[in-house]
């Protein structure tokens, strides 16, 4: 009798824990970034018809239309993304030439994948003894130095050429920054700023082959 209630109870211990561990394996599926390939090269650029505008005290944009992102995505999934940015022709909105210059200054951003993708985190990271990204303008020198931010971005996924990709948007408000120079200082060294946008993230493979790339 014994004997024979031993294999029952074994089986009864492995279906609980069978029960118990299907929510864990549920949540490690959510909250990835994943690829078609084995290691990735990431490309961004604002999605079609958009661009990245930042603002400071509310003040008047300062908006970039020539953008690019690169990451590296070593591993096929992964939770998290660091992005290097590079950003050309920026103006004040309504300004003819291109007359704010943004000096990056090896800044980056990181993005993390989570289990609801319209309330994904991101941080911003500087290298040692930077005091943060700089925005250059013919009134103003203003610094955003390193800092996380607590919300504001959210994923999707679209289709080119048959390959998914990742679209990021993001509306992240309360940056700290900090005017440096110019005669904005005279409105203090200490203020609130916002960045808003939407770009597409692309993969490729060591060979330069498009692959898809998805956030679950």
């Given amino acids: ?20 561990a299907a929510p864990s394996a549920l949540a490690e599926v959510r909250g990835h970034f994943t690829s078609e390939a084995s290691s990735t090269t ?21 908006e970039c239309t020539k953008i690019t992102y690169t990451a590296v995505m070593p591993a096929p999934t992964t939770n998290v993304k660091t992005l ?13 030439p291109h007359n704010v210059t943004i000096t990056t200054k090896g800044c980056d951003f990181t993005i993390f994948s989570a289990p609801a993708l319209s309330q994904a985190t991101a941080a911003m990271d500087c290298p ?25 971005v959210s994923y999707g996924t679209t289709t080119e050429f048959g390959k998914h990709a990742i679209t990021v948007a993001t509306s992240i408000g309360s940056i700290t920054a ?29 060979s330069g082959e498009a692959v898809g790339i998805t956030v679950t």
């Fill in 1 to 20: 009798m014994i004997s024979r209630s031993k294999p029952l109870t074994t089986v009864l211990v492995a279906v609980t824990a069978l029960a118990f």
């Fill in 42 to 62: 990431i490309t961004g650029a604002p999605s079609a018809g958009s661009s990245v505008k930042f603002s400071f005290n509310g003040g008047t944009p300062i």
């Fill in 84 to 96: 290097v940015p590079h950003y050309t022709e920026c103006r004040t909105e309504g300004s003819g």
């Fill in 128 to 152: 040692s003894g930077v005091s943060g990204m700089a925005f250059h303008h013919p009134n103003c020198t203003i610094s955003v130095p390193a800092q996380s931010f607590g919300g504001g």
């Fill in 178 to 206: 900090h005017y440096e120079s110019g005669i904005c200082v005279f409105l203090g060294t200490k203020h609130t700023g916002a960045m808003s946008g939407s770009l597409t993230l692309r993969g490729a493979n060591a």
